[in-house]
């Protein structure tokens, strides 16, 4: 399998006909219903031009690729809650959207592998703003979604997946999504939304929007604003906004013709998004067991599981320099910022020649401040719970005598508001102190070798919540030393750094037209400056509550003082970067890449047959700062050290970063891709097409692949994924009926390095490939059964396998005892069937649209001996529009009409730890505590538009 590139080579450029063009100026919400009847103004869904995916714009019809597209009227029915959501309407597509507005996840296929989590949602989708990338270079939590808000000023979406996707658009061989502008039109429309959300709806959302548009008296000028400001709570109202912000656009654009009977436009766009965003993951429910999960007491099903306060001042002395501060809000979620301004010029020479080229640039940045309580529960009892939250066991062997947990004493956990105590715990160390709550017998002494911990007394809620927690492989996990599992407490966990990405953008494209052929060739380039730094990485202690996710203080008390583990606002690693033994870094890359493209297509007959071949140079150089809080880097391996303000008493500033030594890559690698397709027409209305690609996908994350001199000298720059697809797709349009059925196969192979070390304390690598295949059928259909009756439908079905999923694990240093086993079974959270169908009646002035949604049940993992499945989802969504007031229109949206409810995703409470895996928790300890994710109740949305 040829490897593949990252980039786009074309512009996608949107030429509308004529009745495309009638749509497209009308915007969301905006088609009205004396338009939507009015048959003249309407095009074939097989007669549509595409531009994307394609050589060049074409009738879809004779594209040969697996298309779709939402137009006005389609964008128009429902209340959208992102731009992702449009996307479940397209055929083949899975979209989990647990995230709310950003960070959700997109993947075609059945191609679920490497979309895990929202940190990489879009890692085998796309998506393009007016044809341009929207994030050329992705890596962790900075992806598509994060950047991009559908506005006014969009009225249609192209979608391409699978086949040409690899060779012709940016970043994904899986799929593209197309946002396109309308035509400029003179006017003035204002929209106002309100979303009512929650069990017991509450107005949660407050939205307005605005568009402008202006063009002078020769019509060959026109300018166009578009934006809105948006505040939402969600459907649990945490006390302040889960969503704040908006986005303003400006585009002006000139059309202009010649004497040679050509003509041409130019156009300029310029964005700036600002617009904060809370990640939903927080919306879940506490349960035990797996197979049949019961709710823990005391929450509801929308419980409020939102951190609550902690606002501090962080030290960011290593990272901005000596005396540096940053102020740190963990109520606010990801704050997404991208300023951007790209010009275009299409130009029609009036003979057989064409030209379009493009430059963008933009400066793109995510500054994450959100905290979270995901890095728990765990029990009062265990004795990780303080070492895992304050570093309590700093001292290594063999001096761990130097650790503050080897010092007998009581940890206080108190109120910060009120100075209350809620909970008292003797850590014993060879003597017992104390007396246990729960039985009133003598708590255990405990050893230098491992300190003995002992619940004295709490007045936290849900003590009596018990982990379920056991042996397994036998392994206890937790790993405590008391068999308790009840008390527990969150253990939180804040986030502040940022990610930005500076970018520039160069495309060029010429196409010479014969008269059944056309000919394309052209070049994409991308220079991309991105950097990634980590300002802190903190823990506290939470109570295990609905509502009362807000960090407590923590003390630990001695006969030699008293140590407070905890600053003012309840954070403990102060100046720290160091969580779950993951060190920080300052990470620094600038990636250029080059990318020619070649592209044909000919039409003799009934037949069309088309080509495309892209390579891709990419060059990258990466400069990278460990930041490291061991403690013989920072002399805290000593009771005496006073970290950062030389206090040794005010332990949360006691494990502080310092730099290690930077390390430096430069790599370099070529990369090929190129797909081919012969299509026939078997009638005027009837296309069948045979296309196979050998495209794989982006190499994505270079940033931070070369974290560490091992691989900075030995880690080539691969790309993660090589695919080869076939598909075989039938095309039709009769009249009032049209569609396509794309028959698709996947092979997949996803390399896989390990670096484990070996008897000399150097390194070695470990490579091997994991195997997967898809296969199954992708379908839309667009029937208008009578004049005011229409159905649009659209499905996957796909048979997805993990063929070979390795499983590295390494044993004493060196190879001579390592293992690699593989699995093989149903690939993880593919469904089978995702399918949805919408209906809409025309009636007067109003239209009434009911859409159904239906996504099968879905693996929890590849392992075989796992037979937990999550279930099946079922929504219906109505609409009722009315335009019978001049200039005004209104919507009211019901989502989830039946209020039905469903477990959307699921996760173990207990740690895995070496020799144990989440499967073998789910498989031996069925009735474990574990989080599950609901679907949004049923919400209102009522939207107006008044247009000028």
Excluded at 770 to 790: C, I, M, N, Q
Aim: one cysteine or more; hydrophobic letters at 35%.
């Amino acid at each position: 399998m040829r490897k593949t590139s990252k980039h786009a080579w074309r512009l996608a450029a949107f030429r509308p006909t004529p009745a495309v063009a009638a749509l497209a100026g009308a915007g969301l919400l905006s088609a009205s219903l004396a338009l939507a009847q009015d048959k003249q103004q309407e095009a074939s869904p097989t007669q549509t031009v595409i531009v994307t995916g394609t050589v060049g714009a074409t009738e879809a019809k004779r594209a040969n690729v697996s298309y779709s597209v939402l137009d006005a009227k389609d964008l128009g029915k429902f209340t959208p809650m992102s731009a992702d959501d449009y996307l479940r309407d397209m055929p083949g597509v899975v979209v989990e959207s647990n995230e709310g507005v950003a960070r959700n996840e997109s993947f075609t296929r059945g191609m679920s592998v490497g979309t895990g989590s929202p940190t990489s949602g879009n890692f085998w989708t796309s998506i393009l703003e007016d044809g341009l990338p929207v994030v050329p270079v992705k890596y962790n939590n900075f992806q598509d979604s994060d950047f991009f808000r559908a506005d006014m000023s969009v009225s249609r979406v192209e979608s391409i997946r699978g086949g040409s996707t690899g060779t012709s658009v940016a970043s994904s061989a899986g799929g593209v999504f197309n946002f396109m502008p309308g035509a400029i039109r003179p006017g003035a429309s204002v929209q106002t939304r309100l979303g009512f959300e929650g069990e017991n709806p509450h107005l949660s959302w407050k939205e307005v929007g605005a568009l402008y548009g202006w063009k002078n008296p020769a019509g060959d000028l026109r300018a166009e604003a578009s934006g809105f400001y948006r505040t939402s709570t969600g459907k649990v109202d945490p006390g302040h906004p889960l969503n704040l912000g908006g986005q303003v656009k400006l585009r002006v654009q000139k059309t202009y013709n010649t004497a040679s009977g050509g003509g041409g436009t130019v156009s300029l766009t310029a964005k700036h998004l600002d617009d904060t965003n809370s990640w939903n993951g927080q919306f879940t429910l506490p349960v035990h067991g797996v197979l049949n999960p019961v709710m823990a007491p005391g929450f509801g099903s929308s419980p409020n599981m939102f951190f609550r306060g902690g606002q501090h001042v962080v030290p960011t002395d290593v990272v901005d320099g000596p005396g540096s501060t940053r102020y740190h809000d963990p109520e606010k979620g990801a704050n997404y910022k991208q300023d951007a301004l790209w010009l275009k010029w299409e130009h029609d020479t009036g003979g057989r020649w064409t030209f379009n080229s493009a430059v963008k640039v933009q400066n793109s940045q995510a500054y994450l401040q959100q905290a979270f309580y995901n890095a728990g529960p765990t029990s009062l009892w265990n004795a990780s719970t303080f070492q895992d939250a304050f570093t309590v066991n700093q001292g290594l062997a063999p001096n761990v005598a130097a650790s503050l947990n080897r010092v007998p004493g009581t940890y206080e956990v108190y109120d910060l508001n009120t100075g209350a105590l809620r909970a008292r715990i003797a850590n014993n160390v060879g003597a017992s102190n104390g007396i246990n709550y729960r039985t009133g017998a003598a708590c255990p002494a405990g050893s230098i070798a491992s300190p003995a911990q002992c619940v004295l007394s709490t007045n936290l809620p849900n003590a009596n919540f018990d982990l379920g927690g056991g042996l397994v492989n036998g392994i206890m996990v937790p790993s405590a030393t008391s068999v308790s599992n009840q008390d527990v407490v969150y253990i939180t966990n804040s986030n502040l750094g940022t990610r930005t990405s500076k970018d520039i953008m160069l495309d060029f494209m010429t196409t010479y037209a014969g008269d059944n052929y056309r000919i394309q060739a052209g070049m994409f380039a991308v220079q991309a400056d991105q950097g990634m730094d980590t300002y802190y990485n903190g823990r506290g202690l939470s109570a295990f509550a609905d509502g009362q996710v807000t960090n407590l203080g923590v003390r630990y008390v001695t006969q030699n003082g008293t140590y407070q583990l905890t600053d003012p606002a309840g954070w403990g690693r102060l100046g720290c970067g160091n969580v779950d033994g993951f060190t920080a870094y300052r990470y620094r890359d600038r990636e250029r890449d080059i990318s020619p493209l070649l592209g044909a297509s000919w039409s003799p007959g009934k037949w069309d047959l088309n080509g495309s071949y892209k390579g891709t140079l990419t060059l990258a150089k990466t400069h990278t700062i460990p930041y490291v809080t061991a403690p013989q880097a920072t002399g805290a391996n000593s009771l005496g050290y006073g970290g950062l303000d030389g206090n040794p008493y005010t332990w949360y500033d006691n494990q502080n970063y310092v730099r290690a030594a930077p390390i430096e890559a430069t790599k370099r690698v070529f990369l090929k891709n190129w797909t081919a397709s012969v299509g026939y027409n078997v009638t005027p209305s009837d296309k069948v097409y045979y296309r196979h690609s050998m495209a794989g996908n982006n190499i994505s994350g270079i940033l931070t692949r070369y974290a560490t001199q091992f691989n900075a000298d030995n880690k080539p720059l691969y790309p993660q994924a090589d695919l080869k697809q076939d598909e075989l797709a039938w095309v039709f349009g009769r009249g009032s009926i049209s569609g396509q059925l794309t028959l698709f196969r996947t092979e997949l192979l996803l390399w896989q390095q390990q670096t484990p070390p070996n008897v000399d304390g150097s390194t070695y690598v470990v490579e091997y490939l994991d195997h997967y295949l898809t296969k199954g059928a992708e379908g839309w259909l667009k029937w208008r059964v009578t004049p005011k009756f229409s159905w649009t439908s659209s499905g996957l079905f796909s048979q997805a396998r993990a063929l070979a999923v390795g499983s590295f694990s390494a044993g004493s240093p060196g190879p001579d005892d390592d293992v690699l086993t593989t699995v093989a079974g149903i690939m993880a959270r593919t469904p089978k069937w995702v399918v949805s169908n919408t209906f809409s009646y025309e009636w007067n002035d109003f239209q009434f649209n009911v859409r159904h949604r239906y996504m099968s049940r879905r693996k929890l993992d590849n392992n075989p001996v796992n037979n937990i499945y999550l279930p099946e989802q079922r929504n219906v969504d109505l609409s009722v529009l009315y335009a019978g007031f001049k200039n005004l229109r209104l919507s009211l949206d019901v989502r989830n009409a039946l209020n039905n409810k469903y477990i959307s995703g699921y996760d173990t409470m207990l740690p895995t730890v070496t020799g144990v895996t989440k499967n073998d928790i789910y498989q031996q300890l069925p009735n474990a505590g574990g989080w599950v994710a609901l679907n949004s109740p049923r919400s209102f949305w009522l939207t107006a538009r008044y247009d000028f």
